[in-house]
Structures are given as structure tokens and as C-alpha cells.
């Protein structure tokens, strides 16, 4: 956190400014107030309209401060949240797809809401405090000494036992803090999953199940931040009574020493009044010292995700597709034991067409993907050009294709948006993608056109329209590889084949389409199908040479028919 006050150290220095101003001021008001109690005690009228005029000048400026103090403070947090919040974001951006998965999107949510208000409620609020009754009480020690020395000695003595009490609270709540963090994003993480399944909820009358899990998790989400309020309440509890304890000693002490006649009424008003200043400031101060150590955990992760770097992307070279992507004996699984991936070794010559085909589960996508560069904890080697996936930038490979999943995301804006995704394009660039993906008519019946809103995640388009809107949205990028990721499945069968054959056509364009659509007319015109089973490539070759070979392919072609 230290350098999100460095980044603002200007306005940190006038928050701080302003505060030891206001501080200072208000425990000022213990010395005016021992002045008007002399001056009454004297009856000295001319004094007392003097010291009137001068309080009443006194507190306006005081206003004037505090205004400026809270100004600054409120200022500064909202700075600080802005930065925290950006550079988080900025660093779950850069994550690879690999890394990302790792976590749950909710997590990735919680850490920006939930952790970064924890940010401003556990840290910057209590920092803030911390100083401004830090300056008090050194402020109200000083004026104590200046009224009697022997009560100060006693206060100190007295605060020396309120200081060792709560510090034993810090290392309880910190820990108690970190899984409250974790609750929330858990719950986070159930709320998205059940409003996200919302339709399959209403439809399967899922009700009872969706309020128990949701009940169930807000149960544990509140129990623990039950558990970490129980620990602010009980270090609060301590160092309150502590507190009164302060104020007891100066009490009794002062009054015994005005009977003695060592201090005047007025030093004893000056002193009550400083006391709380003493006491208050501490109990401040040691209820939030606790709670400004329990964010550590908390501000590690949020550092985590904002410090994130791709490992060695500066020394990794750019990666080229200007002849083949050689895939030699690939292994590849999700969870170190099952192997999803068992060996595959092909050749994707530049602007040849390949339909992957097989059962449903046996690779064929995590294959794709890992082509794709989306994964690199396998064996084996996949080369662009002559070049090792290993040596390449991971983020330079993902761009050089364009993947379209049978789930298309749509961002809640228009369809020229949704196409061009906020990047400068031609007109004839724009109409070509729309004529090739199929979708000019469509565009010429909805009520805006191009500007037509989609809706959450395309809750306003079919699914059919969705992928043609992913098809224009690749085919604007002119990437030399293609993914159709079973990216025409929702797309009737007219529709489908006059869109892939376009693409078919296209010739510089590598294309690599995943299909379970066994339509003869359309694999005819692939260069090569990939035949899979287990993880393995069983059979490859044109249509003819596989229909031909009467084997696995021709099999599965005739069950599908
Ligand atoms: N992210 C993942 N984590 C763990 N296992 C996964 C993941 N993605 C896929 N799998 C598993 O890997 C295997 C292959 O899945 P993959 O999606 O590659 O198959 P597929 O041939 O494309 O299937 P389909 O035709 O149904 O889309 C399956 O058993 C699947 O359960």
C-alpha cells in the first residue's frame, strides 16, 4: 500500500497538513477554557468580552480547517481506491488465459469490490485517524505538562498498561480478516454461478435449492465477519475501559491537588477536558492499529494481481505463420493425471482448410486450444514456422488467431461494437465481414441496424445471430488463422454451409473448424479431416481418401448419418 501513498504524496501532505492544524486547534479549546474559568474566577468583565470576541474569531477559523481537512482526506481515499481498483484491473488484464483460469471470475470480482473496500475501511480510514489523534495526543500531552506535571507522570504511567493490552488483538484479527476476504469471495463466486443460471433456475423449478445454497453461503459469508467483528468488539471493549482508567487518575489527582491548593479550578477545567484527549485519541488509535496490520493479507493479494507479469515476455520473440505450425508429439492434461491430449503429431500448412472431427470429449477443442497457445504446461512441442511455442510471446500467439466458440460473449453494446470491438475499420472492410458472415440481411430487419443493442451477453440476438456476429467480428481481424470452435452449430444448415464455404474460400486463410455437422456437401471441401478418438488423431486425409479407406472415420461418418 506504501506506494499508492507515494503516488500521492501531495495530497497525503495536505490531508496530514490540515489535520495536525485542527488537531492542534481543538486541544487548544483546553487552554481557552482554563482562561475563562480564571477570568470568571477574577470577575474580570473587560477580560472576559476579550477572550469572548477572540473564542468566537477562534472557532470560525477551526470550521475553516476542519472543512479543509475533511476535504483533503475524502480527496485522498477516493484517490487511492481509484489507483488501487485501476491497477488490479489492469493486472488481472494482463493475465495470460492460462493464468486467469486459475481462479474463479468471482474471485477476480471480489478482489476488486469486496477487497478493495476492506482497503478503504480497514486501512485508509484508520491510517487517517491513527494520525490525526496521534498528533492530538502528543498536542494534549504537551498542554498537560503545561498545567502540572505530577498528574502527567500518572497519565503516562496509566496509558503504559493500556498499551500492552490490545496489541495482543493484531495477529487474531489479521488472520480472522483474511478468511472473511476469502468467504466473500466465495460468496461472490455462488451469487454470480446462481444468477447466471438464472433461466435454467426458473425452468427447473430449482427454487428450494438455489435459497438453500445461497442461504447456506451467506450463512458462512456472515458468520465470518461475525467472527472478525467479535474481535474489533472485544479489543474495542479493553481499550475502552482502559480509557476510563486514564481519565479516573487525572480526575481524582487533580482535585486532591486543588484541595492542596497546587493547581487553580481552572487547571483542573484544562485538564479534565485535555484528559479525554488523552484517553479517546489512544483508544482511537489502538482499535485501528490492529485493524491497519489485519489488511496485510489482504493488500498482498490485491499486490499479487496488480503486480502480475508474463514470466520473461521481453526476451520472447514474436511468432510468424508463414509457412506451418508443426504440432510433434503432443501429451497434454488438465489435472497431471488424466491425459486428455496422448501423443498428437500434425502439419497445418498456411491457407489449407482442416475440420477436426471425433466423439464428443476426445480433445478435439483442447487441442485447437493448445495449438492456439492457450495452454503451456505440455510435452511435446508445437512450433510456428521453425519456432518452439516455449520461445515465443504467448499473448503475440493468441492474436495471431481468431477463435469462435458455439457460446459466443457479447459485450451489452451495439452490433457494430460488438464487430469491431472499438477498433477503427473501413467501410468496405465492414461490409465484407458482414456479407461473408451472413449477416446483412439480418442487420437490414433489426430496428437500428448496426447500432442495434444486444443486450447482457446477447440476450436480445438467437444464438444463430451470435455466432454470425463472432464470424464478422474474426473475419474483420483478417488473422491468418481461423477457429470455429462448432462456431456455426446454432446456425441453420443453409445458413452454416453458405458461411463456412465462404471462409472455405477465402485462400490465404488457415482454417480450422471443429464440426459435428457430418454434411458431405460441406467436408468435400476441407483440405484434410482430422479424425479423433481419445486424445489421439486416428485417421486424416481428404473426405474421398477417408470414405474410401472403409475404416474408424467411415464408421463414425455412417453412425452420424
Ligand atoms: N478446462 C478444463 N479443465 C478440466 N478438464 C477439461 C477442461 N476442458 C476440457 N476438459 C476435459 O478434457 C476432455 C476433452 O475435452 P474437449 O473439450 O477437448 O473435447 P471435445 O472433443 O472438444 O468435446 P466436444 O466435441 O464435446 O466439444 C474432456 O474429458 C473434458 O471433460
Redesign the pocket.
Same mark, same amino acid.
Given at each position: 500500500m506504501i506506494r499508492y501513498l507515494k503516488q500521492y504524496k501531495l495530497l497525503l501532505f495536505l490531508t496530514v497538513l490540515f489535520t495536525a492544524i485542527s488537531s492542534l486547534s481543538y486541544v487548544f479549546i483546553a487552554i481557552l477554557l482554563q482562561q475563562v474559568m480564571d477570568i470568571v474566577d477574577m470577575g474580570d468583565i473587560d477580560g472576559f468580552i476579550r477572550i469572548l470576541l477572540f473564542s468566537l474569531a477562534y472557532f470560525a477559523l477551526m470550521g475553516v480547517f476542519m472543512y479543509l481537512q475533511s476535504f483533503f482526506s475524502k480527496k485522498f481515499i477516493c484517490k487511492i481506491m481509484k489507483a488501487v481498483r485501476s491497477k488490479t484491473f489492469m493486472g488481472i488484464e494482463k493475465h495470460t488465459i492460462e493464468d486467469y483460469?486459475k481462479n474463479h471470475t468471482a474471485d477476480y470480482l471480489s478482489a476488486i469490490t469486496n477487497d478493495v473496500k476492506m482497503i478503504e475501511d480497514n486501512f485508509l480510514l484508520p491510517l487517517l485517524q491513527v494520525i490525526q489523534y496521534t498528533i492530538i495526543f502528543i498536542a494534549s500531552l504537551a498542554v498537560m505538562i503545561y498545567f502540572d506535571i505530577i498528574v502527567t507522570v500518572c497519565v503516562i504511567i496509566a496509558i503504559a498498561i493500556m498499551l500492552i493490552v490490545p496489541s495482543l488483538f493484531g495477529g487474531l484479527l489479521s488472520k480472522r480478516q483474511d478468511k472473511y476476504s476469502d468467504m466473500l469471495s466465495v460468496f461472490t463466486n455462488h451469487v454470480k454461478d446462481l444468477l447466471s443460471g438464472f433461466e435454467v433456475i426458473k425452468s427447473y423449478r430449482m427454487k428450494n435449492y438455489v435459497l438453500s445454497r445461497f442461504e447456506a453461503s451467506n450463512e458462512d459469508t456472515i458468520k465470518a465477519k461475525y467472527s472478525v467483528d467479535k474481535a474489533i468488539a472485544a479489543n474495542e471493549a479493553v481499550s475502552m475501559v482502559l480509557a476510563l482508567l486514564v481519565q479516573v487518575v487525572v480526575v481524582f489527582l487533580s482535585a486532591y491537588f486543588i484541595i492542596i491548593g497546587r493547581i487553580s479550578a481552572g487547571a483542573l477545567l484544562g485538564m479534565v477536558q485535555v484528559s479525554s484527549n488523552l484517553a479517546n485519541p489512544l483508544l482511537i488509535i489502538f482499535s485501528n492499529i490492529p485493524k491497519i496490520k489485519s489488511i496485510k493479507p489482504i493488500a498482498q493479494k490485491l499486490n499479487q494481481l496488480s503486480d502480475y507479469e508474463k514470466q520473461d515476455a521481453s526476451t520472447k520473440k514474436s511468432p510468424t505463420f508463414n509457412d506451418a505450425i508443426c504440432v510433434e508429439n503432443l501429451h497434454f492434461s488438465?489435472?497431471k493425471e488424466n491425459e486428455?491430449i496422448g501423443g498428437i503429431s500434425l502439419s497445418i500448412e498456411k491457407g489449407k482448410k482442416y475440420a477436426f472431427v471425433?466423439k =464428443? +470429449?476426445? +480433445?478435439? =477443442?483442447?487441442?485447437i486450444k493448445l495449438i492456439a497457445g492457450y495452454y503451456s504446461d505440455f510435452t511435446g512441442n508445437v512450433l510456428y514456422d521453425a519456432d518452439s511455442l516455449s520461445i515465443l510471446d504467448i499473448d503475440k500467439i493468441t492474436a495471431l488467431s481468431s477463435i469462435i466458440h458455439q457460446n459466443v460473449y457479447m459485450f451489452d453494446e451495439s452490433i457494430f461494437d460488438n464487430i469491431c470491438l472499438h477498433e477503427d475499420y473501413s467501410e468496405k472492410e465492414l461490409q465484407s465481414a458482414l456479407s461473408d458472415s451472413g449477416l446483412s440481411s439480418f442487420i437490414k430487419q433489426v430496428p437500428n441496424g448496426l447500432e442495434y443493442h444486444v443486450g447482457e451477453n446477447g440476450a436480445n440476438l438467437s444464438g444463430g445471430q451470435k455466432q454470425r456476429i463472432a464470424v464478422a467480428r474474426a473475419l474483420i481481424r483478417k488473422k491468418p488463422l481461423l477457429i470455429l470452435d462448432?462456431g456455426t452449430s446454432a446456425i441453420d444448415m443453409q445458413t452454416a454451409y453458405d458461411i463456412e464455404s465462404r471462409l472455405l474460400a477465402i485462400s490465404d486463410l488457415t482454417l480450422l473448424t471443429?464440426t459435428?455437422n457430418m454434411s458431405k456437401d460441406i467436408l468435400e471441401l476441407y483440405d484434410e479431416i482430422i479424425f479423433?478418438a481419445e486424445g489421439k488423431i486416428v485417421e486424416h486425409g481428404t473426405f474421398e481418401a477417408l470414405i474410401a479407406k472403409h475404416a474408424a472415420f467411415y464408421d463414425f461418418y455412417q453412425l452420424k448419418k
Open positions: 483460469a488438465y489435472d486428455v471425433g =464428443s +470429449g476426445c +480433445g478435439k =477443442s483442447t487441442l462448432e471443429i459435428h479423433m
